[in-house]
């Protein structure tokens, strides 16, 4: 049962994430059936840095045009690598940005369907999601013949660590035939959005508001209960969407990634797009009117009631401790 | 600008959801339903594009007869008109078969521009976009923020993780899947309600579009999250429970 594992690099270096689907392709097949794939221009580097990894081999799979991420020229590589290789029944992924853009097209061309987005791997294999927004799990199987698209949530599966004593796994090159027309999106380079003035990262503490609050005139009663704590102010998506906080107070795969000692969460249901980027803090706490919303699966405490009580009781529970 | 919009009706955010007796699906029968708000992101990029460069907005979506009332809001917000391709088993079907249907029946439209939202707020598989694109043959980008036309081209705003962007330039023809946020969704005005019921509003059946229904991928079992993490619930009321919190804070988690 061979897989393939397909690594994705940021700035020079494999992505922890990428190894994280690693540990996942660990639970469909043995270490020396892990084929691990670099893709770029120039992927030496990329390559000796999988070699020591517990996996069977390693391919760089190398062209010019593949020296930036568009979905045509990746998609176009790892077709005619899966092809080239003797029985693949997996490929994973991490699933990124970059993932989900090409994935599902690739799946498409080869007649099958990727699961993406996948917490947990149980024997069958069945592949556990998050449904509604994290309020279910499904658990899906590949029904068909063929080869099986996987991708793989951060967060959810420990990486394995790298065994300086092993020997490196073996490196081979695959040049996939690729023509300038093929590549028919041009990518700019990436850049940042509005200049950050809020680092989330290294705050002590802080309170996140999310949908729960209605509109924007209640923020400040969230924003006393911050003042109170010596917290920074954050919000999940849909505030910063409507323009109620600035967009660089957003938590979640598209904001910031925090890890605070008390991240408290008020009005936030809790979907897996924010809980990536705040499942790392010491202490959370939630407030939220239902006792079935996800963020109470990863809260050490939780409120269940109306948070326009809740908040200004707080606030003022705070600052009689204070006092 | 001949723009399809394709649109899916999803249980609405706040209903209760109970798992269905055979633990494959949802209990939907007492379900609130809702256009999927990405879906909604799209429709508003796709009428102000109108509004720049005319043309058509045409709306497309799958599934049971419930889903007509979705679509009547996307015409009352100010699509031109709407295909419903009228689909009982969307959910046995993995996204490759529900996009099969969506293209199917854009084929004969010959759009311009197709535009989704880049997940839906029930699967959240986040697929049918892209793979739409792979069956149109035509180029596509995800997550895009905001979308400006050049003379025979398009310039996109794409979302990359953690704060970063970046612009992509593609030809015509194209697919798009919307992020949210981008733009200001509008509401729909009376004069608009009353107006949709005069647009069109074809109705497809799936088995007409000869589509292969058979999954690859198959939801086997829904069921509860297990929890991550034991979680103190404190009770009373809020003045209680904020007291009760401030000491666990305090004493046992010391974080402030």
Request: glycine letters at 8%.
């Amino acid at each position: 049962m061979n897989v393939l594992l397909v690594l994705e690099e940021s700035g020079g270096h494999i992505k922890r994430v990428s190894w994280e689907a690693l540990a996942a392709a660990q639970r469909l097949a043995p270490a020396e059936d892990i084929t691990a794939v670099v893709m770029g221009a120039q992927t030496e580097a990329l390559a000796r840095e999988a070699s020591a990894k517990p996996v069977g081999k390693v391919i760089r799979v190398e062209h010019p045009l593949l020296a930036q991420y568009t979905p045509d020229g990746f998609s176009l590589a790892l077709q005619q690598l899966i092809q080239n290789q003797n029985a693949t029944k997996w490929v994973v992924f991490p699933h990124t940005y970059q993932v989900r853009d090409y994935a599902p097209a690739l799946a498409c061309r080869m007649g099958q369907v990727l699961i993406g987005d996948v917490i947990g791997i149980e024997d069958g294999p069945f592949f556990t999601r998050q449904l509604l927004q994290g309020r279910l799990n499904g658990s899906y199987r590949h029904s068909g013949n063929g080869t099986c698209f996987v991708s793989v949530q951060s967060g959810a599966f420990r990486a394995p660590e790298s065994d300086a004593s092993a020997t490196p796994a073996p490196i081979t090159i695959f040049t996939p035939m690729i023509e300038p027309a093929q590549i028919r999106t041009k990518p700019g380079e990436p850049f940042r959005g509005s200049a950050q003035t809020v680092d989330l990262g290294s705050a002590q503490r802080i309170v996140s508001v999310g949908r729960g609050i209605k509109d924007a005139e209640n923020i400040p009663m969230v924003q006393e209960l911050a003042a109170a704590l010596g917290a920074e102010l954050a919000a999940s998506r849909p505030i910063c969407d409507n323009g109620w906080l600035p967009m660089e107070r957003q938590v979640g795969s598209s904001g910031q990634t925090v890890a605070p000692k008390l991240y408290l969460a008020v009005g936030i249901s809790g979907a897996i797009q924010h809980l990536v980027g705040m499942k790392g803090s010491q202490c959370i706490v939630a407030i939220n009117k239902d006792p079935d919303a996800p963020i109470f699966e990863v809260a050490d405490y939780g409120i269940v009631g109306d948070l326009f009580e809740v908040v200004p009781a707080l606030t003022e529970a705070v600052k009689a401790a204070k006092a | 600008m001949k723009i399809i919009v394709a649109i899916k009706q999803v249980p609405e955010r706040d209903a209760p959801v109970r798992i269905a007796a055979n633990a494959k699906w949802i209990e939907e029968r007492e379900l609130q339903w809702a256009m999927n708000e990405p879906d909604a992101y799209a429709l508003e990029e796709a009428l102000q594009l109108k509004e720049k460069h005319n043309g058509e907005v045409i709306v497309v979506s799958a599934g049971p007869e419930r889903v007509g009332s979705t679509i009547r809001e996307a015409l009352a917000k100010g699509a031109d008109r709407a295909i419903h391709i009228v689909c009982e088993d969307l959910g046995g079907r993995d996204a490759l078969g529900v996009a099969k249907l969506l293209a199917e029946a854009i084929k004969p439209e010959n759009p311009d521009l197709v535009l989704t939202g880049l997940q839906s707020e029930d699967l959240g598989l986040g697929q049918t976009g892209v793979i739409l694109a792979e069956l149109l043959g035509l180029p596509h980008a995800t997550l895009i923020l905001h979308v400006e036309k050049t003379d025979a081209a398009l310039k996109v705003k794409r979302e990359l993780e953690e704060g970063w962007f970046q612009e992509i330039e593609m030809p015509l023809p194209a697919v798009l899947t919307m992020q949210s946020g981008g733009n200001k969704l509008r509401y729909a005005t009376l004069m608009g309600i009353k107006r949709a019921k005069t647009k069109e509003l074809r109705t497809v059946n799936a088995a007409e579009l000869g589509v292969d229904a058979a999954p690859a991928v198959t939801l086997e079992q829904i069921a509860a999250p297990k929890k991550q993490k034991s979680t103190q619930i404190l009770g009373g009321s809020a003045k209680e429970a904020a007291a009760a919190l401030v000491e666990k804070l305090k004493t046992e988690a010391r974080v402030l």
